[in-house]
C-alpha cells in the first residue's frame, strides 16, 4: 500500500477533514492560501487604493504576518536521527511557547506500533502535542504522496516553508539501482515538489535543508576538511556517493533556497548507532572482561564530533541564516563546489537525471556541522578512559598489514566476543535490558582508515552558532547516559555507577 498513514496521523486527518468539511473547500483553502501570500507581497500597495480593501485586508495582513513569523516545518525522513531531537527543540515543553506553527514529519516507519525504535519522549510529545506536530508514513518513491505532504494544508492554512530532507539509503551492500531509488530520486522528488510550491507561491519556500552523514574520504590525517576543499568530497563508498550526486542535481535546480549541512561523527540524544558511544560501550565490555582494550588505526586518526542537539541546532540555524536571502547570495557567502563522485555508476542510462562528471562541480552553500575540538581517537577515548577507568591503546600501523578479506575477519571475530561479554553486561544489569538499541557492533564496512577530519569554523563564523557541547567530554558522555537512563535503555551495573 503507497502512503498509508498511521493511526495517530489519520486521526489528525480525519480530525481536520471534519473541521474544514468536503472537497470544495479544500479547494478553497488552498486558494485562499494563495491569496493570503500574495497580500505579504503585494497587499501593501493596493491597501492605499480601496477604503474598503484597506480594513480587510489590513486585519487579513496583520494577522498573516502575525502568523507568518512562525514558520511551518516538514520534515523528510530522520525518525531514527534527528526529528525527535529537532522537535523537542523547536517545540520545547510547556509553559515555553514553540518556535513554530507546525511540524510535520514524514517517513517511511509506523509509529503505533513503532516498527523502528523511537524515544518514549518523542512519542509523548506527538500525543500531548499534537496541535503542534503530525507524523506521517508514507513511500516516498511515489510523487503524488511527496505532493500531498506540500499540499495538505498546516492547521494555519499557510504553506510549509521551511523543509529538512533527511531521506536517504545509508546501508551498505545494495546495487547501484537500490541507491538511485531511495537516495537519488527520493531526494530530486523532493527538492522538485519544493521548487513546484515556490513557482506556484512565490517565497513560500524560505529554506530546503539537506543533510549528509560523513561518508567522505578524509585521507590526510592532520587536516580539518573544509566545505570548499574539493579532495574533502570524495565519497567512499556507494551509498556515499549517491547520496553525493543527490546533493548535486538538488543543488542544480535554480533558485531553490538550498543548504546542505555535513555532519561529522554524531553522538548523543535520541541516537544510538554511533562512533563515540561505541567506544564507550567498548569500554565497559573490557572492563567487564578485565581484558586489554585496543582501537585499530592510529591514536591520531581524526574523528571530528558533533552533538545530535548541535547537529539540529546547526540545521536550523542555517535554515534561519538562508531564509533571509536569495540562493545566489547564500552561494556568495557559503558557497562550495560540490565536484563529481567519478563513481561508475553514475551514467545517464542508469540515471537520467543524475549531474554527469562532464558538467563539473555544482556550487551549494554548505556547512560542516561539528563542534569546536579536533577530536582524534586519541582524545575520544581519553575521556571514555577516564570516565571508565580503563586503560585504552591503539594497534596503530600494525593494523594496517591486516587488510580486505583479513580485516573483515579480524572485524567480524571480535564483534563476536564483544557481542557475546555485552549480552552478559545487559542481562546481568539491575534491571535486565536485553532490548536495548545500545550495541557495540562495528559494521566491517564502516570500519575504514579514513577517518571524519572537518573543519568547522564557517558554523561559527558565518552562523554564529553556540554549542551547547563544544566538545566531546565527560559532561556530554555523563547528558546521553542519563538520557539512556530516563528512556531505561542503560544497563546498571558496577562497571559505571556515575549519576
Ligand atoms: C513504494 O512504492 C514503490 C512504487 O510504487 C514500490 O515499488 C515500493 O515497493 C513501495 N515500497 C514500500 C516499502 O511499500
Ligand atoms: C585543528 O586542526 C587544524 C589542522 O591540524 C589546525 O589548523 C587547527 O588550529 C586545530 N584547531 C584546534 C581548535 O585545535
Known amino acids: 500500500m503507497v502512503g498509508s498513514q498511521s493511526s495517530e496521523a489519520s486521526n489528525l486527518m480525519a480530525k481536520r477533514a471534519a473541521c ?33 480593501e484597506t480594513t480587510f485586508l489590513s486585519v487579513e ?50 509509529v503505533n506500533p513503532p516498527t523502528t525504535r523511537i524515544p518514549k519522549a518523542f512519542i509523548k510529545t ?37 523543509i529538512i530532507d533527511c531521506t536517504g539509503e545509508s546501508f ?11 537516495t537519488f530520486n527520493i531526494a530530486l522528488l523532493i527538492a522538485r515538489t519544493s521548487a513546484a510550491q515556490m513557482a506556484r507561491v512565490p517565497g513560500s519556500i524560505k529554506a530546503h535543508i539537506r543533510i549528509v552523514v560523513p561518508w567522505y574520504k578524509h585521507p590526510i590525517i592532520e587536516k580539518r576538511y573544509k566545505e570548499t576543499d574539493p579532495e574533502g568530497w570524495q565519497p567512499k563508498n556507494l551509498p556515499g556517493a549517491w547520496w553525493h550526486e543527490s546533493l548535486r542535481a538538488v543543488g542544480s535546480i535554480k533558485g531553490l533556497p538550498f543548504v546542505v549541512v555535513r555532519c561529522g561523527s554524531i553522538y548523543g540524544e535520541s541516537f544510538w548507532t554511533t562512533e563515540a558511544i ?41 535554515a534561519e541564516w538562508i531564509s533571509t536571502m536569495s540562493r545566489e547570495e547564500a552561494n556568495a557567502i557559503a558557497g562550495a563546489p560540490f565536484p563529481p563522485s567519478y563513481d561508475d555508476s553514475v551514467t545517464s542510462e542508469n540515471c537520467p537525471d543524475a549531474i554527469l562528471a562532464s558538467a563539473g ?32 591503546g591503539f594497534l596503530g600501523s600494525s593494523a594496517g598489514a591486516l587488510e580486505g578479506k ?3 575477519e579480524a572485524i567480524k571475530e571480535a564483534n563476536e566476543v564483544h557481542l557475546v561479554a555485552w549480552s552478559e553486561i545487559i542481562m546481568k544489569a539491575n534491571p535486565p535490558v536485553p532490548d536495548t538499541p545500545l550495541m557495540p557492533y562495528l559494521p566491517p564496512s564502516l570500519v575504514t582508515e579514513d577517518g571524519c577530519g572537518m573543519d568547522g569554523e564557517r558554523v561559527k563564523n558565518i552562523l554564529k552558532y553556540n554549542f551547547r557541547y563544544p566538545r566531546f567530554d565527560e559532561r556530554a558522555i555523563r547528558d546521553y547516559i542519563n538520557w539512556c537512563r530516563n528512556e531505561g535503555i542503560w544497563p546498571e551495573t558496577d562497571l559505571y555507577t556515575s549519576a
Not at 468536503?22 to 500597495?45: D, K, M, W, Y
Not at 551498505?172 to 531511495?182: L, Q, R
Open 406 to 408: 583479513m580485516l573483515e
Open 172 to 182: 551498505p551492500g545494495h546495487e547501484s539501482e537500490v541507491y538511485i531509488k531511495n
Open 61 to 110: 495582513f496583520l494577522s498573516i504576518t502575525k502568523m507568518a513569523t512562525k514558520p511551518n516545518v516538514l520534515v523528510f525522513g530522520g525518525l531514527t536521527l534527528l526529528a525527535p531531537i529537532l522537535t523537542q527543540q523547536l517545540i520545547p515543553p510547556l509553559p515555553a511557547e514553540p518556535l513554530v506553527s507546525h511540524i510535520r514529519i514524514v517517513d517511511k516507519f509506523l
Open 278 to 318: 561505541t567506544i564507550a560501550l567498548l569500554a565497559l565490555i573490557y572492563k567487564h572482561m578485565g581484558r586489554e582494550m585496543k582501537l585499530l588505526w592510529s591514536p591520531n586518526q581524526p574523528k571530528t564530533c558533533i552533538n545530535n542537539y548541535d547537529f539540529v541546532g546547526i540545521i536550523w540555524k542555517a
Open 361 to 392: 562541480s555544482v556550487t551549494i552553500p554548505c556547512f560542516n556541522a561539528v563542534d569546536e575540538t579536533n577530536a582524534t581517537q586519541a582524545s575520544l577515548s581519553a575521556v571514555i578512559s577516564r570516565m571508565f577507568g580503563i586503560e585504552i
Open 126 to 162: 506527538l500525543q500531548a502535542r499534537s496541535d503542534l506536530v503530525e507524523y506521517r508514513q508514507a513511500n516516498l518513491t511515489t510523487a503524488s504522496v511527496v505532493s500531498k505532504c506540500f499540499m495538505d494544508p498546516a492547521p494555519n492554512g499557510l504553506p510549509y516553508t521551511h
Open 20 to 52: 474544514s468539511g468536503p472537497i470544495e473547500v479544500s479547494t478553497r483553502q488552498r486558494f485562499l492560501n494563495a491569496f493570503h501570500l500574495l497580500c505579504l507581497f503585494c497587499g501593501v500597495s493596493r491597501i492605499r487604493h480601496s477604503p474598503y
